[in-house]
């Protein structure tokens, strides 16, 4: 860009185009979730504070100030039920990575005095498998469902799910059935 061009001329070279699949929902309402495509699947990142997720399941969006103590959350049991499966289900896979790999290289060790369990975090990507499958949390008056999961993301509160219809719906109805945790109110100092 040279320097005595209009604002204008270099706003245009900033444009990108991009294809991105939207969620329509309720009356004309729209949510474009972040979302990333891998080895030909769509995911999407769900987040239990993000506003416009929160405007999706409840119909209002998050709202945390003091005076709304009724706001729409999604710190609820079913999200952090989500949170678990993932997390187990990819520290069955990693720990079955590590084992194989210690079996071949390694002779039995000795047994330690108190196993701890494993837990996959964010230095096992790099021999994690890029996603795996978990069966979603149970939903009232709908049938169990799986869906597919990447790894990224692990250890956050914050996960990555397969973007279809179906798992959307099954997500929405479950966390509109769950009950939000209490707010905990902020500890004060006492001089």
Same mark, same amino acid.
């Given at each position: 860009?040279?320097? &005595?061009?209009?604002?204008?001329?270099?706003?245009?070279? =900033?444009? !990108?185009? =991009?294809?991105?699949?939207?969620?329509?929902? &309720?009356?004309?309402?729209?949510?474009?979730?972040?979302?990333?495509?891998?080895? &030909?699947?769509?995911?999407?990142? %769900?987040?239990?504070?993000? !506003?416009?997720?929160?405007?999706?399941?409840?119909?209002?969006?998050?709202?945390?100030?003091?005076? /709304?103590?009724? &706001? $729409?959350?999604?710190?609820?049991?079913?999200?952090? =039920?989500?949170?678990?499966? +993932?997390? $187990?289900?990819?520290?069955? /896979?990693?720990?079955?990575? %590590?084992?194989?790999?210690?079996?071949?290289?390694?002779?039995?060790?000795?047994?330690?005095?108190?196993?701890?369990?494993?837990?996959?975090? +964010?230095?096992?990507? $790099?021999? $994690?498998?890029?996603?795996?499958?978990?069966?979603?949390?149970?939903?009232?008056?709908?049938?169990?469902?799986?869906?597919?999961?990447?790894?990224?993301?692990?250890?956050?509160?914050?996960?990555?799910?397969?973007?279809?219809?179906?798992?959307?719906?099954?997500?929405?109805?479950?966390?509109?059935?769950?009950?939000?945790?209490? !707010?905990?109110?902020?500890?004060?100092?006492?001089?």
């Amino acid at each position: 860009m040279e320097p &005595g061009q209009p604002a204008e001329m270099q706003q245009e070279s =900033e444009v !990108r185009v =991009e294809t991105q699949k939207i969620v329509k929902y &309720g009356d004309k309402k729209v949510w474009v979730p972040q979302q990333v495509e891998e080895q &030909g699947v769509t995911y999407m990142l %769900l987040n239990k504070w993000d !506003r416009h997720f929160v405007m999706f399941v409840h119909g209002k969006p998050l709202d945390l100030s003091k005076k /709304n103590k009724s &706001g $729409a959350s999604l710190d609820c049991p079913f999200f952090d =039920e989500l949170l678990q499966k +993932r997390q $187990a289900a990819f520290n069955a /896979n990693v720990q079955d990575l %590590l084992e194989s790999d210690e079996g071949d290289s390694q002779p039995p060790a000795k047994k330690a005095k108190k196993e701890k369990a494993f837990k996959a975090t +964010r230095k096992h990507q $790099a021999i $994690a498998p890029h996603h795996t499958v978990i069966e979603l949390p149970d939903v009232q008056d709908m049938p169990a469902l799986t869906c597919r999961v990447l790894f990224e993301g692990i250890g956050s509160t914050v996960i990555w799910v397969e973007m279809v219809p179906e798992i959307l719906v099954h997500i929405r109805k479950g966390l509109q059935q769950s009950e939000s945790k209490p !707010r905990k109110k902020k500890a004060t100092k006492s001089d």
